[in-house]
């Protein structure tokens, strides 16, 4: 069975502060992709990563596949009140269809 | 562009009926899969499909069935509701099947079960 482990849980920062999460698993994926939701509303996707040892970069968030494309990082710098929310990492692997959810990491970022 | 339409926004039911959930994909794109999110956890795969073929079945009890349609909407139905079937419904769109298998989700469709 396919599992995602996602650490910390839980995380309470102060504005500006740097923080990094992150997504691990015994699988192999041949895609992670992280997402960000909001209360009530469907997770937002923030980037696919397909190639180990990938990193890509979205404003403040950096995005790491490791080499062996069993785990992935997720780095904020300079944490802002709107980057509060449940950060979720999903793997997929080749021939299947289906995406493995992480159990997510809830960030809340203190003005 | 709309993104990926789900109908209703909120529903509540009781235990025993039956209810299905609505879900348009982003125009042009063929593949549509469901998703239940309790609350405090990560989504959990219930079924894929694509160009009306199911693709992808989740760990979840035949009381789960789910078709698409010629123009790739799709519908969940769940039958003899349970409390623990209380979540929000995701549904997620994507154009195909190859790499980087990107997909999009819907707002969600929250069910209460009473």
């Known amino acids: 069975t396919q599992l995602l482990e996602q650490s910390p849980q839980f995380l309470s920062i102060q504005e500006g502060e740097n923080l990094t999460v992150y997504c691990n698993s015994s699988?192999?994926?041949?895609?992670l992709q992280w997402y960000r939701q909001e209360p009530g509303e469907g997770p937002v996707l923030l980037v696919t990563?397909?190639?180990?040892?990938e990193v890509k970069k979205l404003k403040r968030l950096t995005f790491q596949f490791g080499d062996a494309r069993k785990d992935s990082s997720l780095h904020i710098t300079a944490a802002q009140p709107g980057d509060t929310g449940l950060y979720l990492c999903?793997?997929?692997?080749?021939?299947?269809?289906?995406?493995?959810f992480g159990t997510g990491t809830r960030l809340k970022v203190l003005a | 562009d709309a993104g990926v339409t789900q109908s209703p926004t909120h529903l509540i039911k009781t235990r025993g009926q039956h209810v299905t959930l609505r879900c348009s994909p982003i125009s042009g794109h063929k593949s549509v899969s469901w998703y239940q999110q309790v609350l405090g956890q990560g989504p959990q795969f219930i079924f894929q499909y694509y160009e009306k073929e199911e693709r992808g079945r989740g760990n979840f009890p035949d009381r789960f069935s789910a078709r698409q349609f010629p123009n790739y909407s799709s519908e969940l139905n769940v039958n003899a509701l349970l409390l623990g079937d209380s979540a929000l419904y995701l549904c997620?769109?994507?154009?195909?099947?190859?790499?980087?298998?990107?997909?999009?989700f819907g707002p969600g469709t929250r069910l209460t079960v009473t």
């Open positions: 990563v397909v190639t180990g040892g």
């Open positions: 999903a793997g997929s692997s080749s021939g299947t269809y289906k995406y493995i």
């Open positions: 997620a769109s994507r154009s195909g099947l190859a790499l980087p298998y990107e997909q999009y």
């Open positions: 699988s192999v994926f041949s895609s």
